[in-house]
């Protein structure tokens, strides 16, 4: 069983920046890979990024690439998402996730409670 809190979320102006944090329990969180998931009100639930259990391999959405960074901290037990040149279209409830294996095919198994990220124009 793995267990996700996150954290950093807020209110920022357009143009700014922000860094997500999702803190995992459990002793085999270097063996999960991981996903940040956004939802809008009215929209469909996004991945945005993920990243393999060494940290090698990243994913990014085309909405967000060149923008946002995810890395990883093993020692932590901690994800993050460093969120820049923000955009009110970025505005979602942002959820981390964790599934054991590779980055790639089947979905996740463990989901947090989501951090509010609202950007104004």
């Known amino acids: 069983q793995v267990q996700l809190v996150e954290s950093g979320g807020g209110w920022v102006q357009a143009g700014g920046s922000l860094r997500l944090s999702c803190a995992a329990s459990g002793r085999t969180f270097s063996s999960y890979a991981m996903g940040w998931f956004r939802q809008a009100p009215g929209k469909e639930r996004e991945e945005v990024a993920a990243?393999?259990?060494?940290?090698?391999?990243?994913y990014y959405a085309d909405s967000v690439k060149g923008r946002f960074t995810v890395s990883r901290d093993n020692a932590k037990n901690t994800i993050y998402l460093q969120m820049n040149s923000l955009k009110p279209e970025d505005t979602a409830l942002y959820y981390c996730a964790a599934k054991p294996g590779p980055l790639y095919g089947r979905g996740y198994d463990y989901w947090g409670q989501g951090t509010q990220v609202t950007v104004s124009s």
């Open positions: 990243i393999s259990w060494s940290g090698i391999t990243t």
